[in-house]
């Protein structure tokens, strides 16, 4: 860029949908020394994340730890619940249960996609009608994601069971919950979901490294008919393991497991999982207000048109007329935030906004402070501004009743 003078000499900031800000607790606790790997403090720290393993997907199934990023978590749950030959029924929502299905071709699974929109969630309805046509059970699992990263479409997962319920289909009902775990809602149980992946580097403030399995009991129960077991992935010796690392298949992630244990930690102190869900909410609908402000014909406007069907832990934005890749390289050059970049097709035309994981409002706030700055070095159509009505959100959640 050939003008203007820079202002990105404080500490930066990311506002990508992952990896998310990482706690200076977390990132002190990952830079300890190498223990004993097989005897003390490590050996009781993995217990304790194992046991508090399940209630952050609110489940009592079964918690795997896989050490790669939420493609590894993909790889482990094709390999241990399906054969080649299978079919398994993808909801596209974006981008990313298709690439889940992609994944299941690539060992032997047929894949079959229901179509969906991008700016839209996948329809109970259209999944019930499927399934009911299927009278020979077919479809051996239906995959989707909570939230999609590209598109930043949150689904109903309660209501998607409720369909796949309604259709008497016993297909196992699998769901990524990558860019959604500890941002939105998730009650695996009482949704009725027989496998859950994730994975650190979002919602739970830790850098890339690790990824979460959570299986029910229908999951394990296909587990024993499985034929595309693969020796890291397989659950089986896993689950025996009687040496604490054999959970990791060897070696485990010990730096990851000191920043989770600390990220765990912090969670609690917040006062658990509802009042980390309540903070997102407060920050998501701050961003979406300062975008309904800044929206304009041809202008920027939020992907996502039902407010019921958008997430807490991300906001794709369209940007119209404008430049997405001409704003995002102001923001980071000039003025020092990263935006996320559309993805998936919305490149050039659009940007995402991360609003997961260790945030408050000085940051929100900054970030879009920044993000209006930038549209109006642009000259770009901007209807009003965005960061007075996201500090009207932040103010009224503020006040003290």
Known sequence: MSSGISLAHGRPLVATPGPSVIPDRVLAAMARPMPNMYAGEIVGITNEIFAELPGVAGTAGQPFIVIGNGHAAWQMTISNTLSAGDKVLVLESGRFAVAWGNMAALSGVEVEVLPGTERGPVEPDAVHTRLAADAGHEIKAVLVVQTDTATSVRNDIAAIRAAIDAAGHPALFMVDCIASLGCDRYEMDAWGVDVTVAACQKG?????GIAFV????????????AGLRAGYFDWGPRIAAEEYYLLFAGTPPISHLFGLHEALAMIREEGGLEA???RHQVLADAVRAAVAAWSTPGGIELNVASPAHRSNAVSTVLTGSIDAYRLAQVCEQRAGLTLGAGIGGFGGRAFRIAH???????????????????????????????????????GDALIVG
């Open 204 to 208: 739970l403030m830790v850098p890339p």
């Open 214 to 225: 959570w299986a029910g009991p229908k999951a394990l129960a296909a587990y024993d008919t």
């Open 276 to 278: 980390v869900w309540r």
């Open 356 to 394: 997961m994981g260790h945030l408050n409002p000085p940051m929100v706030l900054g970030a879009l402070g920044t993000i209006e700055a930038g549209l109006r070095s642009l000259g770009a159509p901007v209807g009003g501004s965005g960061v007075a009505a996201a500090a009207q959100v932040i």
